[in-house]
């Protein structure tokens, strides 16, 4: 599959989750990618990123969770 | 080029195309990569080649380095019509035939490369150069032509005030009237001059000496006096018809393609350009691209006396010009009306070397030809310019000023001569190059002399 | 016109362009002429311990018809006698008393004879001192140069031997031919350096001839390593000046060289810090006279920009050079094909395809002709088609929307905030 294509993908895992109101509670990168685990504060969801462009993304939101989370 | 062999008619939009400049700029790539190319020689042959020393290699590793100001300053520092030689020069036989790549690969393309740093300082509107500090030292030019302009040039950067009487409207001389545009577009020159006057040298243009100031009140009126007038209109034939509408002079022809009027078009006209030297084979180009059906070369000789540059008579034939070798104009045939209808030519045939080395011509007896033509160019040289030399009571011979080589003085002390009125009888070269280094070494001289006496009399 | 006069640790020329410490500078006619031909300073060939040298000593790699793209020499140091170096360069000196002479030194790593040899120099009015540490090949057999220069001990030491009794400042020459220059560079500062001038030249066999299977150069059919200098080692050059010129312990001037073959390198090396450049390979492919085109080129720029003194050029990039782990996860640029340009050659198309991200798709129009397209999504970015590209103004890098992040995150930002995110 094409790059983008393949991070389109694994960007809307992450979006629909964030959408549903998870937060990214936990991350373990190894060298099968990133495990992300996300929490809505009642049930966990489990995704595991491959692509270069959504293992960025994810970090991203990371860091805008954590600047919010420090802003509230 | 559009031209009409076809159909009979030509529009003022192909004209307009068929005159700008057709030999194409060098792009950035191909002119970098050339520039790479250049061995950077030290003490090279192109700079000797050239007439005013251009220091080739600098300017062309000016433009490897990315310094196009350099360049170009390099450039018209030696040679203040260095952006019109890029294009008229005949570099096969100055720079690039000197080039040592001549017996490796191929020359460098030295007067491209001088093209691509002058556009770049014309597009840039660079400044390249300031007045010197006034001396209050006056100097009138006559001509300004580029030996006037040059001399002028390098007289202001001495701090010397220069005046130059130009008899036309505009300033540039035979650069702006004379080299087509095809070959030499008008804005060219232009940008000399406008160097030029930028150092403060007054052009007063529309004024002849002869006319409205006399030759005296320079002498009298000015520390020094230079006259750069060139060379007059092209000479009678002196045979039958001449007197007739369609009978043209090649100078006055082409100045008429450089007015950017194109009143002329030589729809379906079929021409005959008399002679074989650039001015022929530029009023023959002009003819085609005008529309005209057929252009023919008549030349009392052959191909291998005629005087043009390879590279115009190339350019002619590309154009597709008929060549009429070995036939004399002997009359010009006209209607009742006064339009030309037909050139009669005597066939000529070659003779045993004379001693000058030339083979002669004479008549073959009885041989004559009738030209179906309704144009005919006179391009048999030009005149010279006897009655202006004479009211500056300088010696000549024959209409060809007499001068000292190294400094131009004429006969008459303070007055110098440069440029085309002192080529001929073995002096000088008809060529632009030439005029611009006559230009600058007779500044040279007269500011050495005024500054001398200004040393002497202080 | 720009004032080009430059300072390096207070030895003062009229402009930053000044002759590296070679052949170019063996003798003083040499140097003299040099001087006449415009050179700011010159680093006299380096005085020490007697040496001879062999011939052959030089060779040059040719890239694609570009003659001497590098350079190779396996030349020791000047094999004249020291009393006739020193004769010469108190002569040059008084004749040109504004140009900068600096006497390059290599001896033993020995006390009295560094106090020996810099007392010696600086009795005939030399301007500065260059310890050479860098000479790769020859003199490191015997404990100089390189073999001394690669021990950050031994720089030190001998440094500060040199300060002990000079009196003009003292730069160190450091050589390419470790795996860190920092540590040196650093080394020399402690020792008490006045600046530090970089690059000697770097480990290099130049060929081998295919036919008779002797190394280039040779003599007679042997061949030993030599030193690597010229257009080629330029990039490797400006990164050590640029490493050396943001530590803000190595706070001395710089000295750059290394490739240096017109204005342009200069201005380069001095906007990555160094205070002025040197040359060697430049004037020995062209000679002296290739110094007007870099006064004249660095002059033009200068007031092009409206920068008064070459001065304010140094170090003025360094601020934008970091480390890997500080830029940006988040920035992008895409390629673009501007079709009305390219030549169709599909160069970039096939190193894409074989050797980055499949991203330029060759593609028909409705007039059936060919065109080439970035398809930017899948583009990284890595500017590849761009350098492969034989056409000026055909492919353009040009800066895409973010799509991992709106906001700036570097590696450093996204490894902290990943490493406080363990299994929970
Ligand atoms: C058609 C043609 C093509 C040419 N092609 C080339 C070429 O390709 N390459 C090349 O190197 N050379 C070429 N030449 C030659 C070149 O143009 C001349 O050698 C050069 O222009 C001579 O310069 P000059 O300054 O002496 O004279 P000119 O350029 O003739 O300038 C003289 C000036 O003096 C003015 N003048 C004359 N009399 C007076 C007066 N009484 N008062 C005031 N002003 C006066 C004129 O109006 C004119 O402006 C060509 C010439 C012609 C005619
Ligand atoms: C033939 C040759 C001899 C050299 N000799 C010396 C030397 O004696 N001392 C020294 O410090 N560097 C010496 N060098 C290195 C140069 O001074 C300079 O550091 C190196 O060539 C990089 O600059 P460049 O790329 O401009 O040539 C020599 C270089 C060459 C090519
Ligand atoms: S440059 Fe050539 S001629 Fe001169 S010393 Fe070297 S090998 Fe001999």
């Known amino acids: 599959m094409r790059e983008h294509a393949e991070f389109m993908l694994e960007k809307e895992k992450i979006d629909a989750l964030i959408e549903d109101g998870y937060e990214i509670t936990a991350v373990q990168e190894n060298l099968e990618g990133a495990f992300v685990q996300f929490s809505n504060g009642e049930k966990q969801a489990h995704l595991h990123i491959e692509s270069a462009d959504a293992r960025k993304y994810f970090s991203f939101l990371l860091k805008k969770q954590k600047e919010e989370a420090a802003s509230t | 080029m559009a031209t009409n062999q076809s159909e009979a008619w030509i529009s003022v939009e192909d004209i307009k195309a068929n005159f700008t400049e057709a030999h194409p700029a060098l792009k950035q790539k191909d002119a970098v990569d050339e520039a790479n190319r250049c061995l950077y020689c030290y003490d090279a042959p192109c700079i000797t080649a050239c007439p005013t020393d251009i220091d080739i290699p600098a300017f062309i590793k000016k433009i490897a380095s990315g310094n196009m100001k350099g360049s170009a300053v390099t450039i018209m520092d030696a040679n203040p019509s260095g952006a019109s030689c890029a294009r008229v020069c005949p570099t096969e036989e100055l720079c690039e035939g000197a080039c040592v790549l001549n017996h490796a690969s191929t020359p460098i393309m030295i007067g491209d490369l001088q093209r691509y740093a002058t556009d770049w300082a014309i597009k840039n509107e660079q400044v390249l150069f300031k007045k010197g500090e006034d001396t209050k030292q006056h100097i009138a030019i006559v001509g300004s032509g580029p030996a006037g302009l040059s001399a002028a040039r390098e007289l202001a950067r001495f701090g010397h005030r220069v005046t130059i009487y130009e008899a036309s409207a505009e300033a540039g001389g035979l650069n702006t009237y004379g080299i087509v545009s095809f070959r030499l577009p008008k804005e060219i020159p232009a940008w000399e001059v406008k160097q030029v006057k930028d150092l403060g040298v007054e052009i007063k243009t529309n004024t002849i000496v002869g006319k409205d100031i006399s030759a005296a009140e320079l002498t009298e009126q000015y520390h020094a006096v230079i006259i750069a007038a060139g060379m007059g209109k092209v000479p009678t034939l002196g045979i039958d018809g001449e007197e007739l509408e369609g009978v043209r002079d090649a100078i006055e022809f082409v100045k008429m393609t450089k007015s950017g009027k194109w009143e002329e078009n030589l729809s379906g006209k079929k021409v005959a350009v008399i002679g074989a030297g650039n001015t022929a084979v530029d009023a023959a180009t002009c003819s085609v691209r005008l529309g005209a059906e057929n252009v023919k070369m008549v030349y009392r ?158 | 016109m720009a004032n080009l006069e430059t300072s390096l640790a207070g030895i003062r020329s009229p402009n930053p362009f ?368 761009s350098i492969v590209c034989p056409v000026d103004g055909a492919i353009e890098m040009v800066e895409a929307p973010r799509k991992t992040g709106e906001e700036p995150m570097t590696w450093n930002e996204r490894q902290s905030l990943v490493s406080m995110m363990g299994v929970k």
């Open chain 3, 18 to 385: 000044w002759l590296a410490s070679a052949p170019p500078t063996n003798s003083g006619y040499q140097v003299q002429r040099a001087f006449e031909a415009g050179w700011g300073g010159a680093v006299w060939k380096t005085l020490g311990d007697p040496i001879l040298n062999v011939s052959s000593r030089f060779a040059a790699t040719s890239f694609n018809g570009q003659a001497v793209a590098g350079f190779n020499n396996i030349e020791l140091i000047t094999d004249r006698p020291l009393e006739v170096n020193l004769r010469e360069i108190e002569e040059t000196k008084i004749k040109y008393p504004n140009h900068a002479i600096i006497a390059s030194l290599m001896v033993e790593p020995n006390q009295e004879k560094w106090h020996e040899i810099v007392k010696m120099v600086e009795a005939v009015g030399v301007d500065g001192l260059e310890l050479n540490f860098g000479c790769p090949h020859g003199m490191a057999e015997r404990g100089m140069g390189a073999a001394s220069g690669q021990v950050p001990e031994l720089v030190k030491q001998q440094t500060a031997w040199v300060k002990e009794v000079a009196q003009t400042p003292v730069i160190v020459k450091l050589t390419p031919n470790i795996t860190d220059i920092t540590f040196t560079a650093k080394a020399a500062v402690e020792g008490g350096a006045d600046a530090v001038s970089m690059i000697n030249t770097i480990n290099s066999l130049a060929g081998v001839d295919l036919d008779s299977w002797n190394t280039v150069p040779n003599v007679a059919g042997k061949g030993a390593h030599g030193g690597y200098c010229g257009p080629a080692v330029k990039p490797i050059a400006l990164n050590m000046v640029a490493e050396c010129a943001r530590r803000p312990d190595i706070n001395v001037p710089i000295s750059g060289m290394g490739g240096v073959s017109s204005w342009k390198e200069a201005a380069e090396f001095m906007l990555m810090g160094a205070s002025n450049v040197q040359v060697c390979t430049a004037a020995m492919h062209h000679g002296f006279r290739i110094v007007e085109d870099m006064i004249d080129g660095l002059n033009n720029y200068l007031d092009e920009k409206q920068i008064g003194s070459v001065a304010e050029l140094v170090g003025k990039t360094v601020p934008k050079y970091s480390d890997w782990g500080e830029l940006d996860l988040n920035y992008r640029v895409v390629a673009q094909i501007d079709t009305e340009t390219c030549i169709n050659c599909n160069k970039c198309h096939i190193a894409c395809e074989d050797t980055s991200h499949q991203c330029i798709d060759m593609l028909k129009d409705e007039q059936g002709n060919d065109f080439l397209q970035v398809r930017e999504d899948d583009c990284v970015g890595c500017n590849l088609c």
């Open chain 2, 301 to 458: 000789r052959t191909e291998k006396e005629m005087t043009a540059y390879a590279f115009e008579y190339e350019f002619a034939k590309q154009d597709g010009i008929e060549f009429k070798w070995l036939s004399a104009p002997a009359k010009i045939e006209g209607n009742s009306s006064g339009e030309v209808t037909g050139l009669l030519v005597n066939k000529m045939k070659l003779e045993a070397a004379g001693e000058d080395g030339r083979q002669k011509v004479k008549a073959i007896e009885g041989a004559t030809e009738t030209l179906d033509v309704d144009l005919v160019i006179k391009a048999i040289g030009q005149e010279r310019l006897n009655p202006l030399i004479e009211a500056f009571e300088v010696t000549h011979s024959d209409g060809v000023i007499q001068i000292d080589e190294t400094t131009y003085a004429t006969s008459k002390t303070g007055v110098y001569a440069i440029g085309d009125i002192i080529f001929g009888k073995g002096q000088g070269e008809a060529m632009v190059v030439s005029a611009a280094q006559q230009g600058k070494k007779a500044a040279w001289a007269i500011h050495s002399e005024l500054t001398e006496n200004a040393v002497h009399s202080a």
